[in-house]
DNA sequence: AAATTAGCCAACCGCCTGCAG
DNA sequence: GCTGCAGGCGGTTGGCTAATT
């Protein structure tokens, strides 16, 4: 028998969090600033346990978290680093500032993983027959996952990221307006008009800045996740360019052809790790697998 | 138009680690 | 070294929405 936990004491609030408790936890932290979450329940009076507070800001209170669709160049890395470090969903966040490793979580089960199994699929059975090839959801499929910044959302995912941007100006600015319900309001009475901003921001965002990037990788492996993401961000573009999953298919092939080309061309580069050359054998092994079957598939009807 | 199914993601749960006493 | 607590992490769930039937 363990201890109960934190969250099972009586009176304590689940569920989704309320504008309300989003301002009361924003103000604290910003007055007394993160950590010693044990306090923030017992000082605001929020009915919430110290961990819910503290998921609550890592994951959408913060400042300089990024929302919304992941471009080519964060799946690219998403995918390398999970290849390279498993399920460190932590440790893959680090990489990627703007994003919470919570996010990449649920990117990575239901995007990127689906993506790639269905890849898997398609190649086995690409083995038996012609027309056992599957019928491909173009969703997840074709690299165009419909960006969340244009999914509809609630409009109280909006208000938080306006939460955010409101305790960003608070970080640049000493003189810390106060946060008001009102305010609040008013921030969600915009909220439309942002979203639109918002995604077309996202749309246009480049990579973080390199110094952003912590070290728990060297700099040549950065590197070659840039080179690698380069290559997916032209399979994505390819992709989504091509209106059926064979051609997406196909678009990729091409990409996994550009990374078994790197590889080919890889005698400047400094010497892979044991994981990433395991990666890259195994890309390069599929783009064998994908030729080949182009071959067979002359008929042209596969791709 | 209603019912059902699928997808997404915010939030929770339980385990683990580090640290102070 | 032991114990209890706080915080961190990864896996899972539940509710909401969109898509499909």
Request: neutral net charge; charged residues 25%.
């Amino acid at each position: 028998m363990g201890r109960p936990p934190c969250c099972d004491k009586v009176g304590i609030k689940k569920g989704p969090w309320t504008p309300e408790e989003d301002i009361i936890l924003v103000s604290y932290i910003q007055e007394h600033g993160p950590g010693n979450w044990r306090s923030v329940p017992i000082n605001t009076g929020l009915l919430r346990c110290s961990k819910s507070c503290r998921l609550r800001w890592t994951n959408y209170l913060r400042p300089g978290i990024k929302r919304g669709n992941f471009t080519p160049h964060e799946e690219g890395m998403i995918i390398r680093l999970q290849g390279l470090l498993g399920n460190k969903w932590a440790a893959i966040a680090s990489y990627l500032p703007q994003r919470t490793d919570n996010d990449i979580k649920n990117y990575w089960n239901t995007h990127l993983k689906k993506s790639l199994k269905k890849f898997q699929t398609v190649l086995d059975s690409s083995f038996i027959s012609n027309s056992s090839i599957p019928q491909l959801h173009s969703k997840g499929w074709n690299g165009t996952s419909t960006p969340s910044s244009f999914r509809s959302c609630s409009t109280y995912a909006s208000s938080t990221e306006n939460i955010s941007k409101l305790l960003e100006g608070w970080m640049r600015d000493s003189s810390k307006p106060n946060i008001t319900l009102k305010k609040a309001q008013e921030e969600e009475q915009q909220s439309n008009e942002k979203k639109i901003a918002f995604a077309a921001e996202n749309s246009q965002r480049h990579h973080p800045k390199a110094e952003e990037v912590c070290d728990l990788i060297s700099n040549e492996e950065l590197e070659q996740l840039f080179t690698f993401e380069n290559v997916s961000k032209m399979a994505w573009e390819k992709a989504s360019t091509n209106s059926t999953p064979q051609g997406s298919l196909s678009s990729l092939t091409d990409s996994l052809n550009s990374v078994a080309e790197t590889k080919e061309n890889s005698e400047n580069r400094p010497p892979y790790s044991f994981h990433e050359k395991w990666i890259l054998d195994e890309a390069a092994a599929q783009v064998e697998d994908l030729m080949d079957l182009s071959l067979d598939c002359s008929s042209g009807s596969v791709f």
